[in-house]
């Protein structure tokens, strides 16, 4: 359910925040108001297309936020969000987008940036829009099915049958691994083989191996570090033979002098202190730089074997296509997938007669209930259709035919092979058709242009699949377009017996339709300051009366528009 929704700087909306509730609510407001900009602006913030046009004049960058509480989806949705590392807290979801002057939109689910794929995505399972807009789940054929299997309370067979089809894949894939040539199957055991035999025979130990490059970067510039260590020590020492004073020597004297010195000064005890510090770190520095250097040993054999061995380890990894700076466990790794592979082609004949055995019962089970989901399809598609006929009539497109067909996958000439047109969903293709006027063909419902009847047609199938249907919000934009009376009347009130499972937003122009809704959201243009700006707003009580007196009889609102709206508004709200 759309719970709440922000817009700043969209279009000609300065800024707007309006709250909604369950139920019915209606948006009116006279022609150019703005109506149609609210919707767009649910859309563009659902993961509708965007423009630069949307940004308000003057403004640099538009935005669109909203809440919406997760009910009837919650298992699907708060999967969703998971696999996309989001996290939610009462079950609602707090959704943001933007759009700057150049085109360029940025959106987010909660604190995490998505994509607009992603978030119409996630909004298709939650939201309906219907009218001009792209977000009609009921347009998307896929989608089809899942109608039709929900409305024939069949979705926990379709589930065990799909559980069973992916198993069948998996059982086939390994088959085909198995039915590799004869003549293939010995040349991959002998390659798979040599090379395990060629990297265990190199006996790699990643704990000594991965240390050798280091071991080899001190031996092959022995020379340096050894004259390196050497200067250090006569810094440290000073060079004997000229008697010059070293380091220490020098930290020895002043550490004397200064211990001296304090004895005159107690200011100096904590200099005093430091300097002995020093004098004493550095003596150790010096001894094990002495030790270090005494134990310094230049090895050329040593210093080839490193080589030899690091030489061996990349032509080994270079070889079998592994990262050549890798640690020498990926040769281990290697050798353990190898063994795998060996042991997969050299499985028994037994093991071969056993799977293609289980991919037989797989098929006759699976063909077995794929014929009777489809049978409950056939069933159920004809009960359906009349219902939704009888609906769309009730709103006024009499005449219509609507058919939901199910048609089974062309199947293989050999019977045996039947199995394979099935899909991890059945037999079947499943498409709603419609003829909106009388001796006009079926064609598919995607290719419906009227707005107004696109409207109608969702409204009658929502209407017959409100249990079903598990979308908690619709909204329907140009839900009246050419219609009236009696229509009008029977679509308001289809509207409100809707609402009773479901949150509905509807754009509407009459006062018909206005009357049966639980809220009502007027939409108005006005000029401030010569800027034009829209605004919205929720009429209650009077006010409500007097836009229901206004779509009765436009801007000559009167007494009897205004007692006719009282009486309408007493009679069905």
Not at 290 to 298: C, H, I, K, M
Not at 301 to 328: C, F, G, M, T, W
Not at 396 to 406: P, S
Request: hydrophobic letters at 40%.
């Amino acid at each position: 359910m759309l719970e709440d929704i922000q817009i700043k700087n969209f279009a000609l909306i300065n800024s707007a925040s309006l709250e909604f509730s369950n139920g019915f609510t209606v948006l009116s407001g006279e022609t150019g108001a703005g109506k149609s900009i609210l919707i767009e602006a649910v859309s563009f913030l659902l993961g509708g297309k965007s423009s630069a046009s949307f940004v308000r004049e003057g403004a640099k960058v538009a935005q669109v936020s909203g809440t919406i509480y997760i009910d009837r989806n919650r298992t699907f949705v708060l999967q969703w969000l998971k696999e996309h590392g989001i996290e939610i807290e009462n079950d609602r979801i707090l959704l943001r987008r933007i759009i700057r002057k150049n085109g360029k939109s940025t959106a987010w689910i909660e604190d995490t940036p998505v994509t607009r794929g992603e978030l119409s995505d996630l909004t298709s399972w939650l939201i309906d829009m219907h009218g001009q807009h792209e977000h009609q789940s009921l347009m998307r054929v896929h989608r089809h099915r899942n109608f039709l299997d929900a409305y024939a309370e069949i979705e926990k067979k379709v589930a065990k049958f799909t559980k069973l089809y992916t198993e069948l894949v998996e059982k086939r894939e390994s088959l085909k691994q198995m039915n590799v040539t004869e003549q293939d199957r010995i040349e991959k055991i002998d390659l798979l083989e040599f090379s395990i035999k060629e990297i265990e025979e190199a006996k790699i130990n990643p704990s000594v191996d991965d240390t050798l490059e280091e071991e080899e970067n001190k031996l092959s510039q022995f020379e340096k570090l050894y004259s390196d260590i050497e200067e250090i020590n006569q810094v440290i020492n000073g060079i004997e033979k000229s008697h010059a004073d070293g380091a220490l020597t020098l930290l020895k004297r002043t550490n004397t002098l200064i211990a001296h010195a304090k004895e005159m000064d107690a200011s100096l005890v904590s200099l005093s202190s430091r300097i002995e510090s020093v004098f004493y770190e550095v003596s150790d520095i010096a001894n094990e730089l002495r030790a270090y250097s005494e134990n310094l040993v230049f090895d050329p054999h040593r210093l080839q074997e490193i080589q030899d061995r690091n030489a061996e380890l990349y032509r080994l990894k270079k070889k079998h296509s592994l990262p050549v700076h890798s640690s020498a466990n990926v040769l281990l790794e290697y050798v353990e997938k190898a063994r795998q592979q060996l042991n997969s082609l050299k499985s028994s004949e037994e093991d071969k007669k056993t799977i293609v055995n289980k991919i037989k019962d797989l098929e006759r089970t699976l063909y077995a209930q794929a014929v009777t989901i489809s049978k409950e399809r056939q069933n159920s598609a004809g009960r359906m259709s009349e219902l939704v006929k009888k609906a769309l009539q009730r709103l006024g497109m009499n005449g219509t035919k609507f058919e939901v067909r199910v048609v089974q996958k062309k199947s293989s000439e050999n019977k045996d092979d039947i199995i394979q047109s099935c899909g991890p969903y059945g037999i079947d293709d499943v498409e709603f058709l419609l003829s909106a006027n009388p001796g006009s063909p079926l064609k598919p419902l995607a290719k419906i242009a009227s707005g107004g009847e696109m409207s109608r047609v969702m409204l009658a199938l929502k209407t017959v699949l409100n249990e079903a249907d598990t979308v908690d919000t619709l909204i329907f934009d140009e839900i009246d377009a050419g219609i009236g009376g009696e229509v009008a009347v029977a679509v308001g009130k289809h509207l409100k017996d809707l609402s009773v499972n479901k949150q509905i937003l509807c754009i509407t122009h009459l006062a018909s339709i206005a009357v049966y809704a639980d809220t009502q959201i007027k939409i108005e243009k006005s000029v401030q300051n010569n800027d034009t700006i829209t605004s919205v707003l929720i009429v209650k009580e009077e006010e409500r009366v007097q836009e229901i007196a206004r779509m009765l009889s436009g801007n000559a609102v009167n007494e009897v528009s205004l007692e006719h709206a009282r009486t309408l508004l007493q009679k069905h709200c």
